[in-house]
């Protein structure tokens, strides 16, 4: 009986290991406009924990527009511009390494100048692990 309570023991004590080991990224949703004139406008924050790559899950753009985005760390760029990103839209980003362990930000602009404002949300991800 003892060794069948220690067996079972042991199954439980790894079962809570492997399931803590197994963590969803998080993520911030974002949902607003983006200004006219491609001006830009930061969508969401999130604390950067490591170097694996940034991810945008884009849902909407409104109508036919398109949206470029791009991560940075207080007003320094540190990824490469995504272009075009329209409906239903992921995106990965690689990130500078120098934003480790800090507070980076999603931003995006209108693609093309437009006189409108143009709908947009979706989700981010700072780290994908």
């Excluded at 949902?31 to 849902?59: Q, R």
């Excluded at 949206?67 to 990130?95: E, H």
């Excluded at 093309?112 to 981010?124: A, P």
Aim: no cysteine; aromatic share 8%; charged share 15%.
């Amino acid at each position: 009986m003892r060794v069948k309570t220690n067996v079972v023991s042991i199954l439980a004590i790894l079962s809570v290991l492997a399931v803590g080991s197994v963590s969803a990224a998080s993520y911030v949703t974002y949902a607003t406009t983006l200004p006219v004139l491609s001006g830009d406008k930061t969508l969401a924050s999130a604390n950067k924990a490591n170097n694996s790559k940034s991810k945008v899950e884009n849902s909407i753009v409104g109508q036919d527009y398109k949206a470029n985005m791009w991560i940075q760390q207080g007003s320094t760029k540190v990824s490469a511009t995504a272009t075009n990103v329209t409906d239903n839209d992921t995106r990965y980003f690689t990130v500078d390494q120098s934003a480790v362990g800090k507070k980076v930000s999603l931003v995006g602009e209108n693609a093309t100048w437009t006189y409108v404002t143009v709908d947009i949300s979706g989700k981010f991800y700072a780290d994908t692990e």
